[in-house]
T-cell receptor, first 111, second 114 residues
């Protein structure tokens, strides 16, 4: 079935180190979205990628969508303690379809 | 412009009782999604609704669970005869035009079955 796999499940970094989480789908995605969930909170939309090979930046965050539209990554440069939380990718396979979430990557940052 | 409102925030039910979870989408949003999250786990899709229609309920158990999004009023996720395994956080999200547009999440309802 349609599934979005995300790795790693956990990542512990020292403040200032970089962080990357990866998402993979076995079939082509229509678009992919990224969300952040703080502990005890709810998912908050970060960004959407639609085009093959698309790269978008938000300050220290860089989002990429693969050429085949089957994978995506989120890279955070020089992590800060405020980056702590779980990062989810969510893909849809057709316009108007449901969003399928990856398992999430929980980021902890040691000051 | 109020965000997605879910209530109650916390719900405790005894085994066998019914749980009703409400979700009011953002103003102007006609697409609603329900997700379930177990501790330390991801968001599992349950059901996708548009006003008065169920678009996709492939993630919802066939028995005991139902969802609706009437023309007027909030979307309701109903769990009948709850069991301990139903304990989870249930999140509702709404969007303006369905997948392909930003989804806004409510703060969730944390259901505990005792």
């Amino acid at each position: 079935g349609q599934q979005v796999m995300q790795i790693p499940q956990y990542q512990h970094v020292q403040e200032g180190e970089d962080f990357t989480t990866y998402c993979n789908s076995s079939t082509t995605l229509s678009n992919i979205q990224w969300y952040k969930q703080r502990p005890g909170g709810h998912p908050v939309f970060l960004i959407q990628l639609v085009k093959s090979g698309e790269v978008k930046k938000q300050k220290r965050l860089t989002f990429q969508f693969g050429e085949a539209k089957k994978n995506s990554s989120l890279h955070i440069t020089a992590t800060q303690t405020t980056d702590v939380g779980t990062y989810f990718c969510a893909g849809s396979y057709n316009q108007g379809g449901k969003l399928i979430f990856g398992q999430g990557t929980e980021l902890s940052v040691k000051p | 412009n109020a965000g997605v409102m879910q209530n109650p925030r916390h719900l405790v039910r005894r085994r066998g009782q019914e749980a009703r979870l409400r979700c009011s989408p953002m103003k102007g949003h006609s697409h609603v999604y329900w997700y379930r999250q177990l501790p330390e786990e991801g968001l599992k899709f349950m059901v996708y609704l548009q006003k008065e229609n169920i678009i996709d309920e492939s993630g919802m158990p066939k028995e005991r669970f139902s969802a609706e999004f009437p023309k007027e009023g909030p979307s309701i996720l109903r769990i009948q005869q709850v069991v301990r395994g139903d304990s989870a956080a249930y999140f509702c999200a709404s969007s303006q035009k369905g997948a392909g547009t930003e989804a806004f999440f409510g703060q969730g309802t944390r259901l505990t079955v005792v």
